[in-house]
Structures are given as structure tokens and as C-alpha cells.
């Protein structure tokens, strides 16, 4: 088969991967086409923990058919038993010829061992194309086993001149209701999700899934003091128990303690409040590998103050409003010498909406125009 023909099954896995957003976690997205004489004769993906690998799915479908066949998955194929058996060991015995994987899976438990074992089964295996593609399909699960923080997604919804709200502070819709449900799938495929006590005090929102499949994130409310309004849907309807207040008082206000399955992290407090970096150790320590900020505007500006934002989403809505509170306010990258790039950056149409997704080069910022790291002033 030609490259073409590589790429657009590779690329097929990649669209059945994508099925299983906010419903994988913590395994990764992960397709499986199988094609015999240019023909798919089989494919899946995976739909959660515990449930069948995408490779097994395919390969009941394929039946007989996988024998000398071509597989195409979006990620190396697993070589443990986990919850489930070894997705090599299924290929092997179904006698597939051929195994072409976009990207190593980093679990250690695999990483390079699952291609190994095909090989060693007389399997013809190569890796690619679409690499780079596929290891961004997966950056959340990669940042499980290569990172050191959670990955930090920095979502926000803004108007054409960057407003997030009116002079008025209503900011309830800027987005139209297609990219409310990205939100929520953003949400499901996040581990937690942070809004400063501003933000919870004037939207009282739940941050929980609603508009799409998935579990609900652990809602992180950041606050130096802690004086929070205890009657907020994030504390009343906190069934789940999956509510954080983060805060750098010493002492915690009486009211948060007397919130039932209320989590309280007590975060070092810099010069100018809460320390991001502390917060996100504690999240890590926690077991949180993926952190869906939400804002508002000094929450996000911190993020990227602190140079803290692996990945930015903005939505823009085609309106403007001439006042308001802004998206990004001041970060000390005021000049065009100094101001914050983006690499692998893409626009994408939604709804009526416009979606911009990038990621932060803080690398290329020079150091004279970075501002200290003093932390995150909320109330």
C-alpha cells in the first residue's frame, strides 16, 4: 500500500480514538482499524477501564478476516495483564500480519514492549505515520508517565475585543451551545477542573458533566483566606464529594469546616497570595494528572504569569461589548518583543463560535521581561 493508503487508515483509528473522549480515563484513547486487501474488515476503540481494548474490538468484529491482515492503531498496543489480557497476545493469535502503531505508549509497563513481542511472533510492525498527531491525541495520558505537574488546560471564553463578561459581570452565554458542550467534554477528559472564589462567588456554578459522557472532575475552588459563601452549589451539591477549597490561611474559616465531604488544601502563601506551583504539587501528590482552568480572568492570568499553562483553548464569540472584565489581564508582556507565542496553534469553527487551541512558548520570552513568581491573588 501507498503512504496515502497508510495515512488514511492511520487516520480512521485516530477518528474511532476520539470516540472514547471523557470516557477512557485514565487509559488512553486508543483506535484499531484492520484492513485485508485494501478493505476494513474490522475496527473499534476503546470505551473505558476494564472494558475491551480497541485492538480486541476490532478483532472480534474482523473475525476470520484478521488472519493476514494489516492492523493500524493510533497507539502501541498493550503487552500486561491488567484488567484485561495482553492486546499483543490477541493480535498474535489472530494472526495478523501486519501492525503499523502511531505512537510508544510511555506506560512502563509497555513502552516498546509490546511492539517487541510482535516482532518476536514473526509480525511485521512499524511505527507511524501521523506520530506527531497521535502523541497529541494523548497528551493527557502521556503526562501520567513523562510529567512532573499536571497538564494544565487553560480554557477561555471570550468576546471578539476579550471580554469575558459584561460591564454588568453577567458572562452567562458568551459561548454558543455547541462549544458548552466542549466545555463539558473538556471537563469529563479533565481530572479536576480550578476556578478562582470570584468566579464561584458571581456564576455559582457546578463544573460538573452534564452536556456530554463522562465523570465529573474534582472542582477546585482557589481562595487565599477562604471566606467563601457556604450555601454555593459547589458545596450543597457536593454528593460526590469531589469539592476542593485550596487556600493559604492558617487558620480554616469555620464555615468550610462544617461543609459536609469538603476537601481543604492548605497551599503556601506568596508575597501576593496563593503559590501556583505548591497548588499543582498538591494536586499531583493527590493524584491529579490534568487540570482544566476555567478562570476567570486573574485566575487565567496567573496560570500564564506562572508560566503554567501547557495548552490554551479560547473560545470567541462573534460579538463584541466595549467593556468588561478582560480574558488576560496584565502579565508584563506588554511589548511585541516581549509578548507570549504560541506553537502548533489551530482555529476551528464551532457553532457560530470560533475555537483557538495553542500552547504557551514561555521558553522564548526574555527573562528581563518575566515577571517575579509571586503567587495568585484571590479573595
Given at each position: 500500500m501507498s503512504i496515502d493508503d497508510h495515512k488514511k487508515f492511520m487516520t480512521r483509528a485516530m477518528s474511532l480514538a476520539l470516540k472514547g473522549q471523557g470516557i477512557t480515563a485514565p487509559n488512553p484513547y486508543v483506535g484499531a482499524t484492520i484492513v485485508k486487501r485494501g478493505r476494513i474488515v474490522g475496527e473499534g476503540y476503546h470505551r473505558g477501564p476494564g472494558k475491551p481494548h480497541a485492538e480486541v474490538v476490532a478483532l472480534r468484529k474482523a473475525g476470520r478476516s484478521a488472519r493476514g491482515s494489516t492492523m493500524y492503531l493510533n497507539l502501541e498496543p498493550c503487552c500486561h495483564q491488567g484488567r484485561t489480557g495482553p492486546c499483543s497476545e490477541e493480535i498474535i493469535r489472530a494472526g495478523v500480519s501486519e501492525v503499523h502503531f502511531a505512537a510508544t505508549d510511555p506506560n512502563p509497563l509497555v513502552n516498546g514492549g509490546g511492539a517487541r513481542s510482535l516482532r518476536k511472533a514473526g509480525i511485521k510492525v512499524s511505527r507511524g505515520p501521523l506520530t506527531a498527531r497521535a502523541i497529541a491525541l494523548n497528551e493527557l495520558y502521556r503526562n501520567r508517565y513523562l510529567g512532573s505537574r499536571p497538564f494544565v488546560t487553560l480554557k477561555t471564553a471570550q468576546t471578539l475585543d476579550g471580554r469575558i463578561a459584561g460591564a454588568d459581570g453577567v458572562s452567562q452565554w458568551i459561548s454558543g451551545d455547541k462549544c458548552l458542550r466542549l466545555a463539558h467534554t473538556l471537563r469529563a477528559e479533565s481530572d479536576a477542573v480550578v476556578i478562582g472564589a470570584a468566579t464561584a462567588e458571581a456564576d455559582n456554578p457546578q463544573l460538573t458533566v452534564r452536556k456530554t459522557r463522562g465523570t465529573n472532575p474534582y472542582r477546585i475552588v482557589l481562595s487565599t483566606s477562604g471566606r467563601i459563601n457556604p450555601q454555593l452549589r459547589l458545596f450543597r451539591e457536593n454528593n460526590d464529594r469531589r469539592t476542593i477549597v485550596a487556600l493559604s490561611a492558617k487558620r480554616i474559616p469555620r464555615e468550610l469546616r462544617e461543609i459536609r465531604g469538603l476537601i481543604i488544601w492548605q497551599v503556601e502563601h506568596g508575597p501576593d497570595g496563593l503559590l501556583l506551583a505548591d497548588l499543582l504539587r498538591k494536586a499531583w501528590d493527590y493524584g491529579i494528572n490534568s487540570m482544566l482552568v476555567e478562570g476567570g480572568g486573574r485566575v487565567s492570568t496567573s496560570f500564564l504569569r506562572?508560566?503554567?499553562?501547557?495548552?490554551?483553548?479560547?473560545?470567541?464569540?462573534?460579538?463584541?461589548?466595549?467593556?468588561?472584565?478582560?480574558?488576560?489581564?496584565?502579565?508584563?508582556?506588554?511589548?511585541?518583543?516581549?509578548?507570549?507565542?504560541?506553537?502548533?496553534?489551530?482555529?476551528?469553527?464551532?457553532?457560530?463560535?470560533?475555537?483557538?487551541?495553542?500552547?504557551?512558548?514561555?521558553?522564548?520570552?526574555?527573562?528581563?521581561?518575566?515577571?517575579?513568581?509571586?503567587?495568585?491573588?484571590?479573595?
Amino acid at each position: 500500500m501507498s503512504i496515502d493508503d497508510h495515512k488514511k487508515f492511520m487516520t480512521r483509528a485516530m477518528s474511532l480514538a476520539l470516540k472514547g473522549q471523557g470516557i477512557t480515563a485514565p487509559n488512553p484513547y486508543v483506535g484499531a482499524t484492520i484492513v485485508k486487501r485494501g478493505r476494513i474488515v474490522g475496527e473499534g476503540y476503546h470505551r473505558g477501564p476494564g472494558k475491551p481494548h480497541a485492538e480486541v474490538v476490532a478483532l472480534r468484529k474482523a473475525g476470520r478476516s484478521a488472519r493476514g491482515s494489516t492492523m493500524y492503531l493510533n497507539l502501541e498496543p498493550c503487552c500486561h495483564q491488567g484488567r484485561t489480557g495482553p492486546c499483543s497476545e490477541e493480535i498474535i493469535r489472530a494472526g495478523v500480519s501486519e501492525v503499523h502503531f502511531a505512537a510508544t505508549d510511555p506506560n512502563p509497563l509497555v513502552n516498546g514492549g509490546g511492539a517487541r513481542s510482535l516482532r518476536k511472533a514473526g509480525i511485521k510492525v512499524s511505527r507511524g505515520p501521523l506520530t506527531a498527531r497521535a502523541i497529541a491525541l494523548n497528551e493527557l495520558y502521556r503526562n501520567r508517565y513523562l510529567g512532573s505537574r499536571p497538564f494544565v488546560t487553560l480554557k477561555t471564553a471570550q468576546t471578539l475585543d476579550g471580554r469575558i463578561a459584561g460591564a454588568d459581570g453577567v458572562s452567562q452565554w458568551i459561548s454558543g451551545d455547541k462549544c458548552l458542550r466542549l466545555a463539558h467534554t473538556l471537563r469529563a477528559e479533565s481530572d479536576a477542573v480550578v476556578i478562582g472564589a470570584a468566579t464561584a462567588e458571581a456564576d455559582n456554578p457546578q463544573l460538573t458533566v452534564r452536556k456530554t459522557r463522562g465523570t465529573n472532575p474534582y472542582r477546585i475552588v482557589l481562595s487565599t483566606s477562604g471566606r467563601i459563601n457556604p450555601q454555593l452549589r459547589l458545596f450543597r451539591e457536593n454528593n460526590d464529594r469531589r469539592t476542593i477549597v485550596a487556600l493559604s490561611a492558617k487558620r480554616i474559616p469555620r464555615e468550610l469546616r462544617e461543609i459536609r465531604g469538603l476537601i481543604i488544601w492548605q497551599v503556601e502563601h506568596g508575597p501576593d497570595g496563593l503559590l501556583l506551583a505548591d497548588l499543582l504539587r498538591k494536586a499531583w501528590d493527590y493524584g491529579i494528572n490534568s487540570m482544566l482552568v476555567e478562570g476567570g480572568g486573574r485566575v487565567s492570568t496567573s496560570f500564564l504569569r506562572e508560566e503554567l499553562v501547557d495548552r490554551h483553548i479560547m473560545v470567541i464569540a462573534p460579538m463584541a461589548l466595549g467593556e468588561g472584565p478582560s480574558a488576560i489581564q496584565d502579565f508584563g508582556h506588554s511589548t511585541i518583543k516581549s509578548a507570549l507565542r504560541y506553537k502548533n496553534s489551530k482555529f476551528e469553527q464551532c457553532g457560530n463560535d470560533i475555537v483557538f487551541t495553542g500552547y504557551p512558548i514561555f521558553d522564548n520570552i526574555p527573562s528581563r521581561n518575566k515577571p517575579s513568581r509571586n503567587g495568585l491573588k484571590a479573595n
